[in-house]
């Protein structure tokens, strides 16, 4: 258990030493991982106001967002590799968008790579999934 304490804390879980592939889970109050059976974070006197972060290493990884803090930013980094990201309530692509409280940073690397964003199970009509710049940068060898 992270116990942040009172105050403005960052969280960073740096798996980018990672020998092997990840298959990466991140909620509002624990990511895991086969490196990490589970880190549970909270900051009950405070806020992560400086933000969520997650790297994984230069293999194929996936990473399931499933849900974040409200207000705070989470970052996911995947590095190299033929990475995967799916953001949504189950972690695959019949849940739903509703539980991204905060905003919410992908950075995939170099290597083929996919983001999915599914609110395929949502029930309310009014709810909204804004993306507000996405950057595609192509990076000769």
């Known amino acids: 258990m992270v116990e942040a304490g009172s105050g403005n804390n960052k969280?960073?879980?740096?798996?980018?030493?990672?020998?092997?592939?990840?298959?990466?889970?991140?909620?509002?109050?624990?990511?895991?991982?086969?490196?990490?059976?589970?880190?549970?974070?909270?900051?009950?006197?405070?806020?992560?106001?400086?933000?969520?972060?997650?790297?994984?290493?230069?293999?194929?990884?996936?990473?399931?967002?499933?849900?974040?803090?409200?207000?705070?930013?989470?970052?996911?980094?995947?590095?190299?590799?033929?990475?995967s990201i799916v953001v949504s309530s189950t972690g695959d692509s019949n849940g739903h968008l509703s539980l991204i409280r905060g905003p919410l940073n992908l950075e995939t690397g170099n290597g083929v790579n996919s983001i999915q964003a599914s609110d395929r199970s949502s029930t309310n009509s009014s709810e909204e999934a804004l993306i507000f710049s996405i950057q595609l940068r192509w990076i000769p060898a």
Not at 49 to 55: Q, T
Not at 60 to 78: E, M, Y
């Open 11 to 83: 969280l960073t879980v740096d798996q980018t030493a990672s020998s092997i592939a990840l298959n990466t889970k991140v909620t509002s109050d624990v990511i895991s991982s086969e490196l990490l059976p589970g880190v549970n974070y909270v900051s009950t006197e405070g806020k992560f106001a400086g933000g969520v972060s997650v790297h994984t290493g230069e293999f194929s990884d996936s990473v399931q967002v499933i849900n974040t803090l409200p207000v705070i930013t989470t970052s996911v980094d995947t590095h190299g590799g033929n990475d």
